[in-house]
């Protein structure tokens, strides 16, 4: 048994970086210092992406940034939402580099680093920072909320693509970018990133809406952690695009089980991410996802992930219209099949019943 245990190869690559399995931390307060990337590192994580630094805290103080979230601001992203006091949020622009540096003497997984920002004059220059800091790659987690009418989708896409050029023209590093589902034509607009410059492409950014107080008739942010079921919407868009661009693909959002990690190597993600399991399980938990994976890898006799990677993506899969329109259909019409209340029976009960009140 142990010995076959050993003949489970988990490694991968992204972003032409070596990684000893595909489970990654995504960016967030689980990554923000030296002892708790050491503390993931210990139990098993392949590489971590630090939280994001803002834009806004390289540009103006933080009182200006604490206005702009009260107002709700247009640029602002998804993770500043939720933290009010952004400036206080990942040790500020020098604990920044600091942390980086740190953490690349004593960590040996690789370290990406995240920027948050909408105009590519505005933090090239931090991102060459992060660069000579020492950081393995970085990750543009560039979503902003778009409500000016006046923009139009194309203008978005441009904007995103040339930022990437930007950073592309100014690093030698990788660069990772982190985007939201929210775009009409996303395989269209994933190509464009990638022949913009873009190493690898992180699925996808989760989106917080804020809540309304009715008492005080206030808007008021919320996070709540992941579901599972979250999972789906990427595995989707993976499987499409997955074999038609040559950037990396890294799953984000809903990862929370060893066969959630399995079906992201299958649909072809390089690397699946993790962050709200890891909040609400704790670190420990990377023990247990890893250790299924490999249980699972044995009893189907995988020998190694790479054996795996992309083996259910659209152009695999014996049914391709799985993944499109075709489906769709078939699936509205499986429920309601199995659904009494929907059953002819249940909506004749229900009609007789009306008119009779
Ligand atoms: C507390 C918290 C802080 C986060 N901070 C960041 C951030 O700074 N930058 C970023 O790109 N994503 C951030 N995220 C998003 C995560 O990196 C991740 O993409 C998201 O939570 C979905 O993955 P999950 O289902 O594994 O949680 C944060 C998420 C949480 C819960």
């Not at 978005?156 to 023209?169: I, P, S, T």
């Not at 078939?330 to 199995?338: E, I, P, T």
Request: with cysteine.
């Amino acid at each position: 048994m142990k010995e076959r245990k050993q003949m489970i190869d988990l490694r991968t690559t992204y972003m032409g970086l070596e990684l000893k399995n595909p489970i990654v931390a995504s960016a967030s307060p689980l990554c923000d210092s030296v002892d708790k990337i050491r503390l993931l590192e210990d139990h098993g994580i392949a590489a971590v992406v630090l939280p994001s630094l803002f834009e806004e805290q390289l540009s103006v103080d933080s009182e200006s940034v604490d206005a702009d979230l009260a107002r709700g601001a247009e640029t602002f992203s998804e993770s500043a939402s939720f933290f009010p006091r952004a400036m206080n949020y990942n040790l500020g622009p020098y604990g920044y580099l600091e942390l980086i540096r740190k953490a690349k003497e004593s960590v040996s997984v690789p370290v990406i680093g995240s920027l948050n920002g909408v105009s590519p004059a505005g933090w090239i220059e931090y991102s060459r920072d992060i660069e000579q800091a020492g950081a393995d790659a970085i990750e543009l987690n560039i979503y902003s909320l778009v409500t000016n009418p006046a923009r139009t989708a194309l203008d978005v896409e441009k904007d995103y693509c040339g930022l990437v050029r930007a950073m592309r023209e100014n690093l030698r590093i990788p660069i990772a970018v982190k985007i939201s589902h929210f775009f009409s034509a996303i395989a269209n607009f994933a190509s464009h990133l990638d022949t913009s410059g873009a190493n690898a492409l992180v699925l996808f950014n989760r989106f917080y809406q804020p809540d309304l107080n009715i008492e005080q008739l206030e808007v008021v942010p919320s996070l709540t952690l992941s579901h599972p079921s979250e999972l789906l919407l990427r595995l989707h868009w993976v499987a499409i695009i997955h074999g038609h661009i040559g950037a990396d693909l890294a799953i984000t959002g809903g990862v929370h089980s060893a066969e959630d990690v399995l079906k992201s190597m299958m649909v072809g993600a390089r690397v699946a991410m993790m962050t709200s399991a890891l909040l609400q399980y704790g670190v420990e938990h990377l023990d247990t996802v890893r250790t299924g994976v490999v249980q699972w890898m044995e009893e189907h006799e995988y020998e190694s992930i790479n054996q795996m990677h992309g083996s259910m993506n659209q152009r695999n899969v014996p049914d391709p219209a799985a993944y499109e329109r075709a489906n769709y259909m078939h699936v509205l019409s499986s429920y309601a099949l199995s659904k009494r209340s929907l059953q002819p029976q249940g909506l004749v009960k229900m009609t007789h019943s009306e008119s009779a009140d």
